[in-house]
């Protein structure tokens, strides 16, 4: 057998990755990582969510799961070329980014997004400051590849290629970003830092999330020591459920989970929330979904 022509390999696989939707999760956890025995089937690492789009690597959230995506496209021997978007700038969407092996390769290439902050300051501002001393030993100006930064607002669609990506302002509390991804006929929408004070569904969440094929939805979690008093009657997944209804979603996904809950609680969670709505589960590290087989 004539051995393939690794040139004839790389054409092959581009055509797939130019048809290709398919999201994967790389981190899944709220607030805080939470490793140990009683976290391995749903993982212990914070947000980070990877999707490949008509050629396009999107990257959302630099939670500890943007660690693990870097250790595994290190391992594939190939240039890294992604965006990178911020929903915010709380530690559990940040902390991975220092961790992150491709930056630290002259052959990679990141465009980084995001809103600048309430005070002004930029997304790279703001990861700069968690790379300086004490906080860090190494400044992000050690991060070897090409990286440009852009701000973004919420309103202000981009594209890249055939992909549209909008921002959407979620939270007036965290000045948090939600996004919608479309390509062709298909869209997937990432909200994963909602305002839990609200008492009736969000207007803008529901044109957000408007006949999407995935929504990832923060559903698990709603830490009361943190949050403002509420009169809201429904639970956060519960909310997620009107949403996804309303908005005639096929898949939600709760994601965002609380970092006390274990495997055996979310499991019981999910066949809960099941009940309710068919077409919904709960986030896993490692778990992929196909937009293109909704």
């Known amino acids: 057998m004539t051995p393939a022509n690794p040139r004839d390999v790389s054409q092959g696989e581009q055509a797939i990755a ?8 790389w981190g899944v956890r709220g607030n805080i990582p ?28 630099g939670g500890t799961g943007l660690r693990v995506l870097g250790h595994d496209l290190m391992e594939q021997g ?8 911020f929903t915010h700038t709380h530690w559990d969407r940040i902390q991975g980014f220092p961790f992150f092996a491709p930056a630290f390769d002259p052959t990679t290439r990141l465009d980084i ?19 300086l001393r004490p906080n860090f030993f190494k400044p992000l100006q050690t991060m070897a590849a090409t990286m440009t930064f852009h701000n973004i607002a919420a309103g202000a669609p981009l594209s890249l290629g055939e992909v549209t990506i909008e ?25 994963t830092d ?17 006949d999407a094929d995935v929504l990832i939805f923060d559903g698990t979690y709603v830490d009361t020591a943190y949050s403002e ?19 005639q979603v096929k898949h939600l996904v709760l994601f965002h989970h609380n970092p006390c809950h274990s495997d055996d609680q979310l499991d019981q969670l ?19 979904l196909d937009l293109t087989l909704l």
């Open 18 to 25: 130019a048809q290709t939707f398919m999201l994967k999760f």
């Open 34 to 61: 939470a490793p140990g025995a009683d976290t391995v089937r749903y993982g212990g690492n914070t947000a980070c969510v990877e999707v490949q789009v008509a050629g396009q690597r999107l990257i959302f959230d």
């Open 78 to 85: 190939q240039p890294v070329t992604a965006h990178l978007f």
């Open 113 to 131: 997004y995001g809103a600048p902050a309430p005070n002004g300051a930029s997304i790279k501002q703001r990861l700069m400051d968690q790379m």
């Open 167 to 191: 921002p959407w302002g979620l939270n007036r509390h965290t000045s948090a970003l939600g996004y919608r991804v479309s390509w062709q006929n298909r869209a997937l929408v990432y909200a």
């Open 194 to 210: 909602t305002d839990s004070s609200q008492t009736s569904l969000d207007p803008n969440l529901l044109m957000l999330a408007a």
């Open 229 to 247: 008093s509420s009169a809201r009657s429904l639970n956060p997944w519960q909310l997620g459920i009107e949403i996804a209804k309303a908005s």
């Open 270 to 288: 999910e066949h809960q929330v099941q009940k309710s709505f068919a077409q919904v589960s709960l986030a896993r590290e490692g778990a992929t």
